[in-house]
T-cell receptor
Framework: DTGVSQDPRHKITKRGQNVTFRCDPI?????LYWYRQTLGQGPEFLTY????????KSRLLSDRFSAERPKGSFSTLEIQRTEQGDSAMYLC?????????????FGPGTRLLVL | DQQVKQNSPSLSVQEGRISILNCDYT??????FLWYKKYPAEGPTFLIS?????DKNEDGRFTVFLNKSAKHLSLHIVPSQPGDSAVYFC???????????????FGKGTHLIIQP
């Protein structure tokens, strides 16, 4: 299977702890996106990478959130000092960038619950 | 302010009939539209897309129609099957995002229920 994969699929943590999620994109895709989805809402854009460069950040991405894509392959999303409001599904997507009107393909998501 | 709106939270259709899911948008810069299907506890799965230079795109049982003047698009599923029961998200993107996010803008989704 060469789809987008995410790890872990579920994470339960206590408020104030740090968490890190990993995303492995489709191998030939150079763009990688992070989204957050809460109950009853559609996915909301957080940030994206073109290769290893982080090119855009949403205003939703507070300074407690940091994302990296060190070698232009997999990416990590870290949330420091988690808050209950961080509880959500965190989705990763990848695409073959450089083309207009590209299609993003999503992974299964990491569901975070902050107690 | 929601730029992509799906005003029907849920839709119930009989198996074999046509399902029509609607989506409206407000940002005239959007030029590419996509439909995703999502099952519980899974990520969205890409279904079909349409460029703003077209008014219709068809792929098997799925057809998307775009009415740019009305800023409206719809997804038709014919015939509807039990496996089509899922949440459907409309999403849009702009080639030139004016310095904003390059991500997709999603609606809140419509829960489609196919009844036997």
């Amino acid at each position: 299977d060469t789809g987008v994969s995410q790890d872990p699929r579920h994470k339960i943590t206590k408020r104030g702890q740090n968490v890190t999620f990993r995303c492995d994109p489709i191998s030939e895709h150079n763009r990688l996106y992070w989204y957050r989805q809460t109950l009853g809402q559609g996915p909301e854009f957080l940030t994206y990478f073109q290769n290893e460069a982080q090119l855009e950040k949403s205003r939703l991405l507070s300074d407690r959130f940091s994302a990296e894509r060190p070698k232009g392959s997999f990416s990590t999303l870290e949330i420091q000092r988690t808050e209950q409001g961080d509880s959500a599904m965190y989705l990763c997507a990848s695409s073959q960038g450089g083309r207009i009107q590209e299609t993003q393909y999503f992974g299964p998501g990491t569901r975070l619950l902050v107690l | 302010d929601q730029q992509v709106k799906q005003n029907s939270p849920s839709l119930s259709v009989q198996e074999g009939r046509i399902s029509i899911l609607n989506c409206d948008y407000t940002n005239s810069m959007f030029d590419y539209f996509l439909w995703y299907k999502k099952y519980p506890a899974e990520g969205p799965t890409f279904l079909i897309s349409i460029s703003s230079i077209k008014d219709k795109n068809e792929d098997g049982r799925f057809t998307v129609f775009l009415n740019k003047s009305a800023k409206h698009l719809s997804l038709h599923i014919v015939p509807s099957q039990p496996g089509d029961s899922a949440v459907y998200f409309c999403a849009a993107s702009a080639e030139y995002s004016g310095g904003g996010a390059d991500g997709l803008t999603f609606g809140k989704g419509t829960h489609l229920i196919i009844q036997p």
